[in-house]
C-alpha cells in the first residue's frame, strides 16, 4: 500500500459494483473490501489503521448497511469514520437521515464517485488535522498547569517547617488509599471510578496551598500555637479555596475536573464526618470525597513526622490514635482502607522519610 494516500473500505455484495468502485478510486486511494457487514466489521475491529471513510451498500443480505451502521455507532472509534451510502436513488433521503455524509448511486457515475469521496476525505482529514490540535494544546496547557500546581505546592514547602518531602508522602498515601478501595471494590469504588482518581492524586500537591496567607510569625512559629494564632492558621482552607477558584475565573474554565478536586480538597481535608471540622463543620457526606481521602493522608503524615511541638509517632500508634476517630475525624471506609494499605503506607514512609 501507498502510505501517502488514504485508505478506503468498500463494503458491497456483488463482486462486480466492488471491482467498479475499486478501478475507478485505487488512483487516488488504498482499497480493501469486503462481501458482506460482519466481514467489514471483522476487517474494522482487527486492523491497525482505520479507514479514513468507508462506503457501504445498503441491501445487502444477512446483515443491511444500516443495521452494520447502527453497530457501528456503538463503538466510539468505529462512529467516528464517515460512511457514504451505496444506493439506489429511491432511498437516497433514508441513507442520509440515517447519518450517512453522502451516498452514492447506482450505476456508478465515475467522475461523481471520486468527487464525493474526495469532499469526504478532505473533510475527514481537516477533522482529525483539528482533533490533534486540539489534544495538543490540551496536553500543553495540562503540562502548565501541572508545572505551575507544584511550584505553589514546593513554595509552601519552602516556607513550612514539615519536611520536605510531606506533599511527596501525602500524594504516596491517597494514592495508596484509592488504589485499595478500587481493587477490592469497597464502598466508593464507583464513585472514585468517575471522578479520574489521578487527577486527585495531583490535586493532593495543593492541600496546603492556602498556607501561602499565612503570617510568618504563625505559620513558622517554632511552638504549638495559641488558640488565638490556631484560628489563623485554619483560614489557609478558604485561603486555599479563593486561591484556586481565582484560577478557575483566570482561565474561565470553572468545569476543569484538576482545579474542582483542588479546591475542594485545599478547602475542606480539615473538616470531619462529625461536623466539627472547619472551616464549614460538613457532616459525613456533605464533606468531598477528594477531602475524606486527602484528611486521613495528611493527618498520618502528621502522626508519624516530629514537628516542633511533638516528636514522630510510630506508625503503630498513629493507626491507634486514628482509629480513635472512626467515624468522627475520619471516614470509616477511608479508614478501612488505610488499615488494609498499611504496609504501602510504611513503604512510603521509608523511601521518602
Keep these: 500500500m501507498d502510505e501517502n494516500k488514504s485508505l478506503v473500505l468498500v463494503v458491497d455484495d456483488v463482486e462486480l459494483n466492488l471491482e467498479i468502485l475499486k478501478e475507478i478510486l485505487k488512483d487516488d486511494y488504498n482499497i480493501i473490501t469486503a462481501s458482506c457487514g460482519s466481514e467489514a466489521l471483522d476487517i474494522l475491529k482487527n486492523s491497525e489503521k482505520l479507514p479514513k471513510i468507508l462506503l457501504l451498500d445498503v441491501f445487502m443480505p444477512g446483515m443491511t448497511g444500516y443495521e452494520m451502521f447502527d453497530i457501528m455507532k456503538k463503538d466510539d472509534a468505529l462512529r467516528k469514520i464517515p460512511v457514504i451510502f451505496i444506493t439506489t436513488t429511491d432511498s437516497e433521503t433514508e441513507a442520509l437521515s440515517s447519518g450517512a455524509v453522502d451516498f452514492i ?3 456508478f457515475k465515475p467522475d461523481i464517485v471520486r468527487l464525493r469521496v474526495k469532499n469526504q476525505v478532505t473533510l475527514k482529514n481537516y477533522s482529525d488535522n483539528l482533533e490533534e490540535m486540539v489534544v495538543e494544546k490540551t ?11 507544584q511550584a505553589l505546592a514546593d ?4 516556607r513550612n517547617l514539615e519536611s520536605g518531602n510531606h506533599v511527596k508522602r501525602t500524594q504516596h498515601f491517597i494514592k495508596a488509599l484509592i488504589d485499595e478501595i478500587l481493587e477490592i471494590h469497597a464502598p466508593y469504588a464507583d464513585i472514585l471510578e468517575q471522578m479520574e482518581p ?10 496546603d496551598v492556602g498556607k501561602i496567607g499565612i503570617p ?7 511552638a504549638r500555637l495559641t488558640p488565638e494564632e490556631f484560628e489563623i492558621m485554619k483560614t489557609h482552607t ?7 477558584e481565582e484560577m478557575m475565573a483566570s482561565q474561565k474554565n470553572t468545569n476543569s475536573v484538576y482545579l474542582r478536586h483542588c479546591r475542594d480538597i485545599a478547602w475542606c481535608h480539615h473538616e470531619r464526618p462529625d461536623g466539627k471540622g472547619y472551616p464549614q463543620g460538613l457532616l459525613g457526606d456533605a464533606i468531598p470525597l477528594s477531602a475524606r481521602l486527602a484528611s486521613v493522608a495528611d493527618v498520618y503524615d502528621a502522626l508519624v513526622c516530629p514537628r516542633v511541638y511533638k516528636s514522630a509517632f510510630p506508625h503503630e500508634k498513629a493507626l491507634e490514635m486514628m482509629n480513635e476517630g472512626r467515624g468522627t475525624q475520619f471516614d470509616s471506609c477511608i479508614l478501612d482502607a488505610m488499615m488494609k494499605a498499611q504496609d504501602k503506607f510504611i513503604e512510603i514512609f521509608r523511601k521518602y522519610a
Excluded at 513554595?155 to 519552602?158: K, V
Excluded at 489521578?198 to 492541600?207: F, G, N, P, R, S
Design 198 to 207: 489521578d487527577i486527585i492524586v495531583k490535586a493532593m500537591a495543593l492541600h
Design 139 to 149: 496536553a500543553e496547557n495540562t503540562y502548565i498547569l501541572d508545572n505551575t500546581m
Design 238 to 244: 478558604t485561603i486555599g479555596k479563593k486561591i484556586i
Design 155 to 158: 513554595i509552601i514547602e519552602y
Design 216 to 222: 510568618d510569625k504563625i505559620l513558622l512559629k517554632p
Design 105 to 107: 448511486s447506482k450505476p
